[in-house]
């Protein structure tokens, strides 16, 4: 996959750094989310922590910070009596560190206090919608051209599957899930998964028609997508045919589909492979 469409960014511009120790034995309250929450090579988020957990960890670590200064700063009080004089660090400031340190953990149990009263607020609906097929509205009366395009994308799809097993990879109907292409195929040899947006058009039709979101997947994946074309001729599939890379540029932010003329990209394609 090519990094060209992706910014370069510093780590530090995109996350803070928190150094503080979370105990898990104090679970209660409010979820927060660490990295010894994510798992390797997943997104998912299986478990968190809370502000619980995050005040033992204050607690203790500032608890022992201030009684290690407060104590530094009594026996520089005791040095600086008997005419011992610590260039470097004398009791005043010493005793200034543990006190900023003192108000530093009022203010973060404060905090956490406050995340506690945190509550999800209940939904408000501002609308909804019924969507019905236009199929179950109109039964017998649906126009002839929608269920021949119906048949010749079921067509078209079966051809591709087809395809793809006698290539020897493993094929996989993903049209469900609006990822921007139809089918997702392991190859056979290599591993790598193919991404296969599949196209089936009657054998006179002029154009083909991709949406935004189809476009976008192509370019964000240009090695392992793949355009399909598969004509319908008197309901039977012609050989699919593969163009690799068959988008040039990213439509306009209010585009959301494209016309392309179906023979431009035959000429670009080949026999699948």
Do not use: C
């Amino acid at each position: 996959m090519t990094k060209a469409p992706y910014p370069t960014v510093r780590f530090g511009d995109m996350v803070h750094s928190i150094n503080e120790r979370i105990l898990p034995e104090h679970a209660a309250g409010l979820p927060y989310v660490g990295l010894e929450h994510l798992h390797p090579e997943s997104l998912k988020i299986r478990r968190w922590g809370t502000p619980d957990e995050v005040e033992a960890a204050v607690q203790e670590r500032l608890t022992k910070e201030i009684n290690y200064w407060d104590l530094r700063a009594a026996e520089l009080r005791a040095t600086e009596q008997s005419g011992r004089i610590n260039a470097r660090l004398n009791s005043q400031r010493a005793q200034e560190r543990a006190d900023r340190l003192a108000e530093r953990l009022k203010q973060r149990k404060a905090q956490l206090a406050q995340e506690r009263q945190i509550s999800a607020a209940p939904p408000i609906v501002v609308g909804g919608a019924l969507i019905i097929p236009i199929g179950l509205l109109l039964g017998e009366n649906t126009p002839p051209e929608i269920l021949d395009r119906r048949i010749t994308e079921q067509i078209a799809m079966r051809a591709v599957l087809e395809t793809e097993i006698a290539l020897g990879n493993d094929p996989r109907d993903v049209s469900d899930h609006n990822l921007g292409y139809d089918i997702e195929s392991r190859d056979g040899q290599s591993g790598a998964m193919r991404f296969i947006e599949v196209k089936g058009r009657r054998a006179d039709a002029q154009t083909i028609t991709v949406t935004r979101n189809e476009i976008l997947t192509a370019l964000n994946a240009p090695e392992q997508f793949i355009l399909a074309i598969v004509e319908v001729d008197g309901g039977k599939a012609r050989p699919a045919r593969y163009v690799l890379q068959p988008f040039g540029k990213e439509p306009d932010f209010n585009v959301t589909s494209v016309n392309y003329n179906m023979n431009d990209l035959l000429a670009m394609s080949g026999e699948a492979m």
